[in-house]
Nanobody, 114 residues
Framework: QVQLVESGGGLVQPGGSLRLPCAAS????????MGWSRQAPGKQRELVAA???????DYADSVKGRFSISRDNAKNTAYLQMNSPKPEDTAVYYC????????WGQGTQVTVSS
């Protein structure tokens, strides 16, 4: 089993920056992909960014050029760096890691507002 602890959410102004760490514990040796998804009110959950164990990254078109994902394998931690966020980025952000299954964190609220 894998446990996830997310942090870093909160209120950020448009054009600011925010970093979301996700720390994994438990059966982390079998973790392949680490990523972040988000769900805004009334919308479906969408994958924002993901990073494989070898470092390959994928991003939703809506965040390309603004968000970046990185990973510290020694610390079993993934980071979502949110630069120049927009009000439409407001959502609950969930960390997700993949072993044989997907494991989800509890989510952290990010609100982009002036």
């Amino acid at each position: 089993q894998v446990q996830l602890v997310e942090s870093g959410g909160g209120l950020v102004q448009p054009g600011g920056s925010l970093r979301l760490p996700c720390a994994a514990s438990g059966s982390t040796s079998s973790v392949t992909v680490m990523g972040w998804s988000r769900q805004a009110p009334g919308k479906q959950r969408e994958l924002v960014a993901a990073i494989a164990s070898a470092g390959r990254t994928d991003y939703a078109d809506s965040v390309k050029g603004r968000f970046s994902i990185s990973r510290d394998n020694a610390k079993n931690t993934a980071y979502l760096q949110m630069n120049s966020p927009k009000p439409e980025d407001t959502a609950v952000y969930y960390c997700v890691v993949t072993t044989m299954y997907d494991h989800w964190g509890q989510g952290t609220q990010v609100t982009v507002s002036s």
